[in-house]
């Protein structure tokens, strides 16, 4: 008898141990639920792929294929060690007034960042908000979306045309902002100045920020604009048609009162985003202008050589006055030749998104990879 009962309180303490360990689990997995109610989940804008094989045909991230300006590797060799060991001018006024004074506008004009990602996310957080959702196409630069998540921003897209472009009459509605590049990514397409400037006249009570980022390659800028609208906003960078990419330089231009509380944001979570060698380059980059225009003019001439040899193999796309051309092919999907193309060690990008998941977008790169790039086309679809 005496046997049993102990067996049996062993056996309860047993399962009372095994409970309250059991408990004490559920306790701390319950805790580490509850930190994870904290966090700030986002869906992260996934860029385009950096491999580091050197041998590929990289057309796939919009990058310019020269090299940038002599005087920026200049500008690098001439920084001393001992520049290095002080922190950057916060107020960036190198860059600031060289890119002022090739705008003809004036310093406190200038808002400069870590490229315009960097310029963008600074410029959502500080202009958009308003209760109303902001607007942007529904076919546009897909880091738009994440940082209206990111800063719980309230947004609605508008739909393009079915050619792509924009129809100015979406905008015109109660909103919280505007946003759209143009020319405009991935399509290439870009807008007229009138359309431009319809669109910004009819939201005089929100900032419309126009992302230039592709302007250079033919695009007519919407600067003339700022002197008649306080509420434009214009974005650029030095990543496509300075060739600098790797510097991380984007910046803004827009009126005084605009750009200050851009600054103010900006000084309230880092003084000394530019570096050194960003505000020396920068300004060495500006400083010669033959060097940029002849750079544009042979992406340009690339850029239509490959627009006619697409044709030829039976791409369509609209018009693009951009970096990148943004093609379809009548008989192949976008997407097996994407794989094809890859596998041959050519790059491109594809979305696989509604709308546009039978395009390829190809960034226009030296004349050699561009022949390499159609032949490889054009020897594939022949042999399907
Ligand atoms: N805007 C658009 C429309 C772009 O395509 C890009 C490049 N991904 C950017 C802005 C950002 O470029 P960066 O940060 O290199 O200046």
């Given amino acids: 008898m005496k046997a049993a009962a102990s067996k049996e309180d062993g056996d309860k303490k047993r399962r009372a141990a095994h409970v309250s360990a059991y408990a004490w689990m559920m306790q701390e997995m319950e805790k580490m639920m509850r930190w994870e109610d904290n966090?700030?989940?986002?869906?992260?804008?996934?860029?385009?792929?950096?491999?580091?094989?050197r041998d590929i045909i990289k057309l796939n991230t919009n990058e310019n294929p020269y090299p940038p300006a002599p005087g920026v590797m200049e500008a690098l060799r001439e920084i001393r060690p001992e520049d290095y060991s002080l922190y950057p001018d916060p107020d960036a006024s190198l860059l600031r007034q060289s890119l002022a004074d090739y705008h003809g506008v004036s310093k406190e004009q200038v808002f400069v960042g870590v490229g315009s990602d960097d310029v963008?996310?600074?410029?959502?957080?500080?202009?958009?908000?308003?209760k109303e959702p902001i607007l942007f196409p529904d076919i546009t630069y897909s880091f738009y979306d994440v940082w209206a998540e990111l800063y719980r921003i309230p947004y609605m897209t508008r739909p393009l045309r079915e050619d792509f472009t924009i129809d100015p009459a979406d905008y015109k509605a109660d909103c919280g902002g505007v946003i759209f590049p143009n020319p405009n990514a991935p399509t290439g397409v870009l807008e007229s100045?009138?359309?431009?400037e319809e669109i910004v006249?009819?939201?005089?009570?929100?900032?419309?920020?126009?992302?230039?980022?592709y302007i250079d390659f033919g695009g007519i800028s919407a600067l003339p604009l700022l002197s008649n609208y306080e509420n434009l906003l214009i974005v650029r960078t030095f990543s496509k048609?300075?060739?600098?990419?790797?510097?991380?330089i984007?910046?803004?231009?827009?009126?005084?009162?605009?750009?200050?509380?851009?600054?103010?944001?900006?000084?309230?979570?880092?003084?000394?985003?530019?570096?050194?060698?960003?505000?020396?380059c920068g300004a060495a980059s500006i400083a010669d202008?033959?060097?940029?225009?002849?750079?544009?003019?042979?992406v340009i001439a690339t850029r239509e050589w490959t627009?006619?040899?697409?044709?030829?193999l039976g791409f369509t796309f609209a018009d693009s006055k951009s970096n990148f051309i943004f093609a379809s092919h009548g008989k192949v999907p976008a997407k097996e030749l994407f794989e094809a193309l890859k596998e041959a060690g050519i790059y491109v990008r594809y979305f696989g998104k509604p709308r546009i998941d039978n395009y390829l977008r190809i960034s226009v790169g030296t004349d050699e990879s561009m022949r390499r790039l159609i032949s490889f086309l054009e020897r594939y679809i022949e042999n399907r």
Avoid at 123 to 129: C, D
Avoid at 241 to 248: D, I, N, Q, T
Wanted: proline letters at 5%.
């Fill in 39 to 53: 966090v700030r989940k986002v869906v992260p804008y996934t860029p385009g792929e950096q491999p580091g094989d």
């Fill in 120 to 130: 963008l996310a600074i410029a959502f957080l500080t202009f958009f908000n308003g």
């Fill in 193 to 196: 100045l009138a359309v431009v």
């Fill in 201 to 213: 006249s009819a939201n005089p009570g929100v900032v419309v920020i126009v992302d230039e980022a």
């Fill in 241 to 248: 048609s300075r060739s600098m990419a790797g510097m991380r």
């Fill in 250 to 280: 984007g910046y803004a231009v827009g009126n005084e009162k605009l750009i200050g509380y851009l600054n103010d944001v900006k000084f309230s979570f880092n003084s000394y985003t530019m570096n050194l060698p960003s505000l020396r």
């Fill in 289 to 298: 202008e033959a060097y940029f225009q002849e750079n544009l003019q042979k």
């Fill in 307 to 312: 627009k006619g040899e697409l044709s030829r």
